[in-house]
């Protein structure tokens, strides 16, 4: 086993439809490679059993490239890091049997990794002078399955403060899209149009729920409604009217998130607040947790995008942190669809 000075951690990340590995050396990213998946563009959205078949097809490619791209021999690999959970059982599958595997081949460390935990933590990958959120913080888990608040007081203590109750914002942004006509995956396309649009046209209900959680369900129905309603009046509405559409939906979600976290912040008097996730690569959300920072007296932490999205260096790093504190798994372990912090 190597020392604590010279850790090389070989990740893997399989939750969804992207396959990715990575390698670390300590708390540097050497390599970081991401497979996508183009298969479930036909069908509006991710179909599990395509995903894991597309993941038994990428794996082993994958990390090779992420080997190769690292200049490393998996001679040196102080451990295997897998993401767990949460994720689709079948996607998560192969990535955890393929670790479990390389484990015993390679004679190294097997290390279980919380994909949620993970997105949090991608914010200490080393990266030059980069700040990293000092403990405790506020971390905003977004993405396509997972809407939270999470009070974080330590790399491995970490609370949810508040979630949401049925849709996740992200498939608030991607049922949008579909709503609108746009092609999957429609979130960044609703993001793009965004920019071009006046976000007070059309103004949409915000939910009342109590507390730090989240209701997104009945945004996107008043969406269907509002467009249905428009569409029977123009047929040609979206099409002349996508900018503002777009920027309308956005400026409401943006509302949303960001009223719940000045609520966050008011009930813990923390004022270090990141974002993390699929979702935190929205230009919309990202400006307005930077204008906070002069609005609030806040300070923000935003990811690159290469650590928003599904990627295996964010599961390294955690990987990197475990080892540290001996934090290993054994060939008993299993995948966790459902997986909570």
Request: hydrophobic share 40%; net charge neutral.
């Amino acid at each position: 086993m190597s020392d604590k000075q010279n850790i090389y951690i070989l990740a893997i990340e399989s939750s969804c439809d992207d396959t990715s590995a990575a390698v670390l050396y300590n708390d540097n990213m050497l390599s970081n490679v991401v497979a996508t998946q183009k298969i479930h563009e036909a069908y509006g959205g991710v179909v599990p059993e395509l995903a894991s078949r597309a993941h038994q097809q990428n794996i082993v490619p994958v990390v090779h490239q992420a080997l190769a791209k690292a200049n490393i021999d998996k001679k040196l690999v102080s451990a295997i890091a897998f993401t767990r959970g949460p994720g689709l059982l079948g996607s998560l599958l192969v990535g955890t049997s393929f670790a479990k595997s390389l484990s015993l081949g390679l004679n190294v460390p097997l290390i279980e990794v919380n994909h949620m935990q993970a997105h949090i933590l991608a914010h200490f990958i080393k990266e030059g002078d980069k700040k990293v959120p000092p403990f405790p913080f506020l971390a905003l888990t977004i993405s396509g399955g997972h809407t939270q608040i999470v009070l974080v007081n330590n790399y491995f203590d970490m609370e949810i403060l508040g979630e949401t109750l049925d849709d996740a914002v992200g498939e608030a942004f991607d049922k949008s899209a579909k709503i609108l006509g746009l092609p999957y995956p429609g979130g960044p396309l609703v993001d793009k149009h965004a920019a071009k649009g006046d976000p007070t046209a059309f103004p949409f209900p915000k939910p009342k729920v109590k507390g730090l959680n989240f209701s997104f369900s009945g945004l996107k129905t008043s969406i269907l409604y509002f467009i249905q309603r428009e569409t029977s009046k123009n047929p040609n509405f979206v099409e002349e009217n996508l900018n503002d559409i777009c920027a309308s939906i956005q400026y409401t979600i943006i509302g949303i998130l960001m009223d719940k976290l000045k609520k966050a912040v008011a009930q813990t008097g923390i004022k270090e607040i990141a974002i993390a996730g699929g979702v935190s690569a929205n230009s919309g959300i990202r400006k307005a947790l930077q204008e906070s920072e002069i609005k609030y007296g806040w300070n923000t932490y935003i990811p690159k995008f290469e650590y928003c999205t599904d990627n295996a260096a964010m599961i390294g790093i955690v990987g990197y942190l475990k080892y540290l504190d001996g934090k290993f798994s054994d060939q008993r372990i299993g995948a966790k669809a459902r997986y909570v912090i």
